[in-house]
Structure formats: C-alpha cells, structure tokens
C-alpha cells in the first residue's frame, strides 16, 4: 500500500488499547516491567549489550526511551521515504543540531549550502566554530564536480565529515544537485578512506515531493512544524534516514533528552494522516499565486522551485530530483524595504507571521526577521534582500489568496 493509506494503522494494535480506532495519548513517563528479568533484558536490548531475538520488539521503559506515541509516529514518518528508520526531536533545530553534534568532532570540517534557515546559519557560525568544527560554503552557483576534484586533491578533504544542504534553499528556493552531492560524499570517502555523511534538510518539499535518500543521501532533516504538522499548533523536528545513521542520532538523543513528548507525537500522527491532501491543495495553490506575482507590475523578480525564473540549470536540477514546486514562493517588490513592509501591513488574509507549511497563508520579510543574524554583505550576494517577501501559501482559496496580495500590491 501506499504511504498515504498506511498513515491510518501502521504500527498500531487496537486490541492493546481497548481497541481504540485511534491510538490513545500514553501520557506517562514509565512502564511497568511484567518482572525483574524483563526488566532486565529490556535495557540490554535499550544499550545495545544484546541483539533482538527475531522479530522481536524493544520493550517500554521510561518515555525518555521509547514511547508507543513517539514509536508509532516514527515508523510512519520513515515509510514516506523508505528510510530505515525516523527519529522525533522537540523542534526542528533541536533535530538539526543533534545531527550536526552526532557526527562532527573537533577537527572535522562541515561542508554547508548557503543560504539556510537563519537558526540553522547561526548555530553553524556561532557553535560549531566554538568546539573546533571549521565550516565552508558551497551555493546553487558553484560548480561541483570541480569541488569534488578540489576536495579529493586536498588532504584537508579527509577532515570532511558531513556534508550538509538545505534545498530548495530559505528562503531564496534555489535547489542543490542532489546526485551531484551523493557523488562528492562517495568520492570523499573513496580518496580518503573516511566515513562521510550526507544530510539533506528537506523541510519545503519533503517527504512527498523530494526523497534525498534516493540521490545518496544518509538522512533527511526536518522540522515538522511545518509541513509534517500544517496546524501551526505544535513544535516538532525530525531526521529520517539509514539504520546507522538514525541509530547513532537516537543513541546521543537519548542522553540530551530532546525527543518530542507523546502529546506531541500524537499531534504529528494525526496530521501525517492528511499530509499528501494539504501538500498537494497547498503546491496547486502555489501555481496560481506565482502566475498572478510574475504578472504584477510592483514585482520584480519571483524565486520559485524550478520556475523559469530561476535560469535553465536550476530547472535542471529540480526536474531532476522533485516531482512539484511545492508552496514556498520568495518574491522582490519594487522599492525595498518600504515597499515590502508596505505589502506585510496591508495583508488581510494572509498572515505576517513566521514559520511556514501550515494550512493558512503565512507572510514574513526573511532579511529582517528569520534571516536578521546573516551579515548583509552575505544576504545581498545570496540575493535576499529587504525587496523580498517569502509566502508560504496555505488551503485556502487561490482566487482569495490572489485578492488579498493584489489589494496590497495595488497600494505600491
């Protein structure tokens, strides 16, 4: 069966919750061992001392470890990609953070697409440096296959650990070659004899229109505030990918104590059961609003996922390894920042608000608020500049969407 019908009772027995049609909240934060020698297993099972019997399931310990809501949403969420396994965290850096601290050490160097998230640029600038880790850029402009030669000629090439992108990027929607990226991790680990990661933060597009692990990629980063939840009512993140990878980022999940609570979990299972309906309502909805925005006077340029906009190779690339422009639209308005703050402040339908991937159209000016801690000389080369507004386009009707953005384009 497909994803979209499993969403509904994978991993769940309503024979072991009075036979509830949906799985209860296991709002507890321990379990009862049937006897001291389960008691015992399960942590040797829990700590890796012993290897699972057969089909054997891990048992319930302490939420901190495992929970049934926490449990059940993660073997849904890996069945969008076919990855081996998911791991749940608290919000979405909490997600990337670990991820970066699972597999860098003093030494190593992070290869990193810019732009990213601002919180994502600012822990990668601000902490990372600080516990020795050194960072480098790549950008949608730079030519990889010449990187990958650069690379593996370079003994310093053997200190890279992890490569990290962020595609389509935030809040610009440039798109990284995936397989491109998939190339240089092999040809790294090849040349130097070295384990190399690949993550891909695939928050604007995944899991339903882009699956990174099918280009080589170790995991997919996300934070499901977004799209995974598309109710604006939570916060949440998580990593999808191999059973080496997930296992290692569960491992040091477990002693930081950021996995997401079983409420949380809860919320989560119940949006992913209408994930692909909202993602697809939201993509199509997208399409009439960059219509109207590349038509619009006031607007000068439209930065959408594989739009023409975006220049031939970028097209490339993204018929490549998607299969929708998805609903994140960036666009510049005619006279900066007073023009864009112009646009925010005369929305009515649309909200000015951050986040982004919720049922209701979210409005926001990245050079001043989710991208404020980027230094503006690094904003103005990456394009984002106080002209751009980014949209994240919701349920509603386009027709009405349109009308609100016309009304305060008008106003230019």
């Known amino acids: 069966m497909q994803p979209e019908s499993l969403m509904m009772t994978h991993g769940y027995v309503p024979e072991w919750s009075e036979n509830a049609v949906k799985c209860p909240i296991y709002q507890t934060s321990t379990f009862v061992f049937p006897n001291a020698e389960a008691g015992k297993r399960f942590f040797a099972l829990a700590y890796g001392k012993l290897e699972p019997n057969s089909g054997e ?53 992070l290869l990193i697409s810019n732009p990213v998230y601002g919180g994502t640029h600012h822990f990668v600038h601000h902490y990372l440096p600080s516990i020795g880790v050194h960072v480098e850029h790549f950008t949608a402009d730079t030519d990889l296959a010449a990187l990958q030669k650069e690379l593996c000629a370079d003994p310093r090439g053997a200190q890279i650990k992890l490569i990290y992108a962020e595609t389509p990027a935030n809040p610009t929607n440039d798109v990284i070659d995936l397989k491109a990226l998939g190339a240089l991790k092999k040809a790294l680990a090849a040349q130097f004899g070295t384990e190399v990661r690949l993550a891909v933060d695939n928050t604007y597009l995944g899991p339903i229109w882009q699956k990174p692990m099918e280009f080589g990629a170790d995991m997919s980063c996300y934070s499901a505030t977004k799209f995974l939840s598309g109710h604006s009512d939570l916060i949440a993140g998580a990593v999808t990918g191999t059973a080496e990878s997930i296992t290692a980022i569960k491992t040091l999940r477990t002693f930081l104590g950021n996995m997401a609570s079983p409420n949380t979990c809860w919320l989560l299972t119940r949006s992913l059961e209408t994930l692909k309906i909202r993602m697809t309502r939201q993509a199509e909805n997208a399409l009439h609003v960059v219509r109207f925005l590349e038509s619009h006077p ?64 979210l409005a926001q000016h990245p050079y001043h608020m989710t991208h404020a801690d980027m230094p503006e000389d690094e904003k103005n080369s990456l394009h984002l500049t106080d002209a751009m507004i980014r949209l994240s386009v919701g349920i509603e009707d386009p027709e009405d969407l349109i009308h609100d953005l016309r009304q305060a384009l008008d106003l230019l």
């Not at 993660?74 to 081996?84: F, G, I």
């Not at 006031?298 to 690339?317: C, H, L, M, N, T």
């Not at 308005?333 to 023009?339: I, N, P």
């Open 298 to 361: 006031k607007v000068s340029r439209v930065y959408f996922p594989g739009w023409a906009s975006q220049g031939d190779e970028q097209v490339r690339i993204h018929q490549q390894q998607s299969s929708s422009h998805g609903a994140m639209i960036s666009f510049d308005v005619l006279g900066g920042e007073a023009s864009a703050f112009t646009v925010l402040n005369n929305l009515h339908l649309v909200k000015l608000a951050v986040s982004l991937g919720s049922n209701e159209s």
């Open 57 to 109: 399931q891990p048992g319930l310990i302490y939420s901190r470890l495992n929970n049934p809501n926490l449990q059940i949403l993660e073997e849904r969420l890996a069945l969008w990609e076919q990855a081996d396994g998911a791991a749940v965290f608290e919000s979405g850096m909490s997600a990337i953070s670990t991820v970066f601290l699972t597999f860098l050490k003093p030494g190593d160097r």
